[in-house]
């Protein structure tokens, strides 16, 4: 069987069964995990399929949120490496919003110990990553808690944003791009988010780039929001460059090449486009 006849049966037992993951099918098929992996990729980039952990579900599913320890295993090293690069736009001294996501976890999690910060989240998992860190003043939004994501939301939440003003936001989406925005699954989720902007001089944006193109139920913003972008070299120079017209700083990291668009050439003092 050839890559795109597989690839179009594979299409075919997602949308039957809702999902597909890659062992089953690495059996159906008698080919390699590798190749299945490779094959959901293809359907993915061709807005067939959304790729989650350990497998695929149909593309066009709006409401669908995976719970917090599938979003985990998730393009895991991409979202480390974008939380190692989030790193330097933290402020000195300053005060940071740590949305929802489990990329901005990561982030939490990177911090120094020695860093001195004031840190608003209303997520209890990152409150938790930060709460021994002596140097970083800790305040933890309340509000009714979600189980899916671990993170408060509802009338307490949004209170609180609405009284205070943070130097950078870093936030997250589970779907971006010109088109659709800023997008979420759950509508209590996007009003916090939304608060979370309004609250922030500067908003960052961790996504990788599975979510470049997704558009779910409800949406918080548009990407012209975002003054900077960080994702991974998936999302490709020409997606890139028209994010960066719109007015948003896109940054693209990768293990072998650190940085790429105007980022690089902040860094560089060069333009330099890949």
């Known amino acids: 069987m050839y890559a795109p006849e597989r690839q179009q049966e594979i ?3 997602a949308r039957d069964g809702g999902r597909v993951d890659v062992v089953s099918l690495a059996e159906e098929f008698q080919v390699t995990a590798e190749t299945i992996r490779r094959d ?25 949120e ?65 709460a021994d860190h002596p140097g970083i003043q800790l305040h933890l939004v309340g509000g009714r808690v979600r189980h899916r994501t671990r993170a408060a939301v509802d009338a307490w939440a949004l209170r609180a944003y609405g009284e205070i003003r943070a130097d950078v936001l870093f936030v997250a989406a589970n779907g971006f791009s010109l088109g659709h925005g800023l997008t979420t699954p759950d509508l209590a989720e996007a009003a916090v988010k939304r608060a979370a902007v309004t609250a922030a001089r500067r908003v960052v944006l961790l996504a990788d780039s599975s979510k470049h193109g997704q558009e779910h139920f409800a949406r918080f913003g548009d990407l012209s929001d975002v003054d900077l972008l960080i994702t991974d070299s998936g999302l490709s120079p020409e997606d890139a460059l028209a994010i960066e017209r719109d007015g948003t700083e896109v940054l693209r990291v990768t293990s072998t090449e650190p940085l790429s668009g105007s980022a690089a050439s902040r860094a560089n003092g060069r333009k330099d486009r890949s």
């Open 11 to 13: 299409l075919r037992l």
């Open 66 to 130: 995976p719970d917090l320890a599938e979003r985990e295993g998730t393009a895991a090293d991409e979202k480390d490496r974008i939380a190692q690069a989030a790193l330097a736009e933290l402020p000195a001294d300053g005060t940071v919003i740590l949305d929802a996501g489990t990329t901005i976890a990561r982030l939490a999690a990177a911090i120094p110990l020695e860093a001195a910060l004031t840190a608003v989240t209303h997520s209890l998992p990152i409150a938790a990553r930060l």
């Open 40 to 64: 959901l990729k293809a359907l993915d980039r061709a807005g067939l399929v959304q790729r989650v952990h350990g497998g695929a579900i149909p593309a066009g599913r709006l409401d669908f």
